[in-house]
């Protein structure tokens, strides 16, 4: 049996979506800013999928702004916003965040930005308090995400837009909303600026979109031939933005969430020295654990030859292995950080793969009791 539990890094495109684009690769190949047929015909593909993914998200398809993914729309709702604002102010985010969003601060922070990091509790919500705290006449942008790409956490994002609106009316709000979209419901009621990428919900790779509140200004981070109504200039990815409006259009969030439940009652009753990491607010898509005394990279090599793929981390740092800044945060321990995977599910997975999983972990961890560090 192979079993795909690494969602979150990407999920497999759907055969609508597959089909959907070879049609466009093959047939519907023009640029959609040329002039004529094959070039209109582009166009109006691409409109449709525009319209698809606004009316997912509930808000005006002139408003819904085509990338090449999350990464890019956080660059462009961050620094682009930023940019277009020519004033240095102070600027907040949570320790949790994706690389996309803290590297954007990282290089603000060298800009002469006044940079405010908030904290989070031990179930890796952001501390509102202090994030409110922080808030004042200075403060021009607060991005926090949506879901945790690493433990599911999901942040009280309507809660927190009326706490920077009601402190500070001017300041930008962004959400990146790679790990939430289609998956937990947001409303956009006092967000300006929001992430959205689509190979998380059985798109293609290298498409992404961002929403960017009418009245909000944005200096392009790219320069080019003023495609996107120059919010992201370049040619657009037709067959991506195709198959993006399709796999949104044809979207259900309909995960058996006994497939989470079953791993966590095994894992926690027969694997001695098993931590969850993620907690009750979760995502039902996400589930970090950790098996103490075991390097998470040993843990994912064991499983990935039983045919089992799992991450120990977030895809985009996963080749370069490191301490997970997300656990860290959370205040837990270096060990039950150093063993932490995470697994992360879409709507096809069944209980029979969860069962396989839990019983392959078990003989791995039993089979390899001599790699098994020592743990409190």
Do not use: W
Not at 25 to 33: C, F, H, K, M
Not at 276 to 284: G, H, L, M, R, V
Not at 310 to 320: D, L, Q, R, T, Y
Not at 345 to 373: G, H, M, P, Q, W
């Amino acid at each position: 049996m192979e079993v795909y539990f690494d969602n979150s890094a990407t999920t497999k495109p759907n055969k609508e979506v597959i089909e959907c684009v070879t049609e466009v690769l093959t047939n519907n190949y023009g640029n959609p800013s040329s002039l004529h047929r094959m070039g209109l015909n582009a166009e109006k593909a691409v409109k449709y999928a525009r319209t698809v993914i606004a009316d997912k998200m509930g808000v005006d398809e002139k408003q819904v702004f085509f990338t090449s993914g999350g990464t890019e729309s956080n660059n462009i709702a961050i620094l682009g916003s930023l940019n277009a604002l020519r004033n240095k102010g102070t600027v907040i985010t949570s320790k949790v965040e994706h690389k996309s969003v803290t590297e954007c601060f990282k290089k603000l922070e060298q800009q002469g930005y006044d940079v405010k990091y908030v904290d989070v509790t031990k179930e890796g919500i952001v501390d509102i308090n202090q994030l409110e705290s922080f808030i004042d006449e200075k403060t021009l942008l607060v991005s926090i995400m949506h879901v945790n790409n690493e433990t599911g956490a999901i942040m009280p994002i309507e809660k927190i837009a009326q706490i920077i609106k009601d402190k500070n009316p001017n300041t930008l709000f962004h959400v990146d909303d790679v790990q939430g979209f289609l998956k937990v419901p947001l409303s956009y009621k006092n967000i300006d600026l929001v992430s959205v990428s689509a190979h998380k919900v059985n798109g293609l790779k290298g498409c992404g979109a961002v929403y960017i509140k009418k009245g909000v200004k944005i200096s392009p981070v790219i320069l080019g031939g003023g495609q996107e109504n120059g919010i992201r200039n370049g040619t657009e990815n037709v067959p991506g933005i195709v198959g993006f409006g399709k796999a949104a259009e044809i979207y259900e969030n309909s995960f058996n969430v006994r497939v989470k439940e079953y791993i966590i009652d095994f894992v926690t009753k027969e694997i001695e020295g098993t931590v969850i990491n993620s907690f009750d607010n979760a995502s039902k898509y996400i589930l970090n654990l950790s098996v103490l005394g075991f390097k998470s990279e040993t843990l994912l090599h064991l499983l990935e030859q039983n045919g089992i793929y799992v991450s120990s981390g977030s895809a985009c740092s996963s080749n370069k292995p490191q301490l997970s800044h997300v656990l860290l945060s959370m205040g837990l321990s270096k060990d039950t950080v150093e063993s932490s995977i995470r697994l992360s599910f879409c709507n096809e997975n069944t209980i029979d793969e969860a069962k396989y999983f839990c019983e392959c972990l078990k003989s791995a961890v039993l089979a390899n009791k001599f790699v098994r560090r020592k743990y409190k």
